[in-house]
């Protein structure tokens, strides 16, 4: 049973840090994986996709990379700001060999608050 | 490009009370996801339509827990009689079945069980 695990839970940063949000995955038979955001009350915003043959997906001042073979994945912020403050969700959908028709699983997220 | 609609954004029933929800997914998407998220928890599925056929409901609570959808569009899902633990925020998602298949979501359904 595949189960995505997000580490830290909580972070705190000053403004202009640069930071790295952990996601592993205990079954590397993905299709691909995605990073959300979250804001209070909100839905889910999608961040980056990466599909299971790429390394790594960048937008902006994300750069989110995936080792499938040891199950992880990281999110990197450069130069963080107070508008990035939100709770970060990894989720993977499982490959099946049935091409995309799986759900994707999440992890409990990582909430991130920058301080001004 | 219009996102994912869900309505209504907010409900508060009392127990054993029935409640629906309702979600239009993308345009041309053929993938529609019901989750449930509980407060400081990641989304769990509920149910993954392929068009209108049901492709994964195995964590659905059949007792209680209903959904459709029709014409292989919109989709409803309902709740009866609620219980305090269904009080969540409920998800609907869209992805196309093919290609890169991102997943997009709606704002969500805020429901209070009291």
């Known amino acids: 049973k595949q189960e995505v695990t997000q580490i830290p839970a909580a972070l705190s940063v000053p403004e202009g840090e640069n930071l790295v949000l952990n996601c592993s995955f205990t079954?590397?038979?993905?299709?691909?994986l995605q990073w959300f955001r979250q804001d209070p009350g909100k839905g889910l915003t999608s961040l980056l996709l990466?599909?299971?043959?790429?390394r790594e997906q960048t937008s902006g001042r994300l750069n989110a990379s995936l080792d499938k073979s040891s199950g992880r994945s990281t999110l990197y912020i450069a130069a963080s700001q107070p508008g990035d403050s939100a709770t970060y969700l990894c989720?993977?959908?499982?490959?099946?060999?049935?091409?995309?028709?799986?759900?994707?699983?999440f992890g409990k997220g990582t909430t991130l608050s920058v301080s001004s | 490009e219009a996102g994912v609609a869900q309505s209504p954004r907010y409900k508060i029933i009392e127990k054993r009370q029935s409640v629906a929800f309702w979600c239009n997914p993308i345009?041309?998407?053929?993938?529609l996801y019901w989750y449930q998220q509980i407060l400081g928890q990641g989304p769990k599925l509920l149910i993954q339509f392929q068009n209108n056929g049901v492709v994964d409901d195995s964590q659905l609570p059949k007792d209680r827990f209903s959904a459709e959808r029709l014409k292989g569009v919109d989709s409803t899902l309902k709740i009866q009689p609620a219980k305090l633990e269904d009080s969540a925020v409920y998800l609907c998602?869209?992805?196309?079945?093919?290609?890169?298949?991102?997943?997009?979501f709606g704002q969500g359904t805020r429901l209070t069980v009291v």
């Open positions: 079954d590397s038979a993905i299709y691909n």
């Open positions: 990466i599909q299971s043959s790429q």
């Open positions: 998602a869209s992805s196309s079945w093919t290609g890169k298949t991102e997943a997009f």
């Open positions: 345009s041309g998407h053929a993938t």
């Open positions: 989720a993977v959908r499982p490959d099946f060999g049935n091409q995309a028709g799986t759900a994707l699983i």
